[in-house]
């Protein structure tokens, strides 16, 4: 939460996930996103709470970020043929760590800009859910095995580097996360209600 405000996901218009905010009471819902032909979700606020990075998906997924009222929209990645997930703001809001879904060879944990320059990969698998230190020193992520249905936690220097396993439980199954619907849910008819939700980032 920030400026007293909860960021969530609700289905919006056109049965497709919206990104909306409510006071702490749950009063006076704002709406901040809308579209019949497409879905955004995963909101999280910057550091100062100025702005919201966030998921946008219509064929593909691109981060987006916006005011915490929702004006001025910018398509931080726009890249062709790459899904780009869970974005997570760095403590000192100079940086948004962000999962790449697709292609599998891109698969992994990346860094950039503010203005979606200077990517940067810093691991490479099935990972997903980055989440800074409070220093900003480190990440740590969630590392799935589809082969095994488990799920591992990892933390990577924020630089980059080899990534330390701190989770080897092999009853941790693979789920899905609150804030992020599923491709299906995204392209589906909803009745309702709302869906997931995500209060706010890093």
Known sequence: MRNGRIAYVHVGNGSRFQIYTVTATGAHRRPLTSGRRYSSFAPAYSPNGQRIVFV??????????MKANGS????LTSTAHVDEIDPAWSPDGRQIVFAVESPSADRGIWSM???GRSRRRLTAGDDTHPS????GGSIAFQRGDPSTQT???LVVPAGG???ANLSTDPASRISSP??????AESSSSATGGTRSS???GS
């Open 72 to 75: 001025d929209k910018r398509d």
């Open 178 to 183: 609150p804030g992020r619907p599923t491709e």
């Open 161 to 163: 580097g080899t990534p």
């Open 113 to 115: 800009d503010l203005r």
């Open 56 to 65: 946008r998906s219509f064929k593909q997924t691109d981060l987006w970020t």
């Open 132 to 135: 800074w230190s409070p220093d």
């Open 198 to 200: 995500s209060t706010s």
């Open 151 to 153: 799920t591992g936690i």
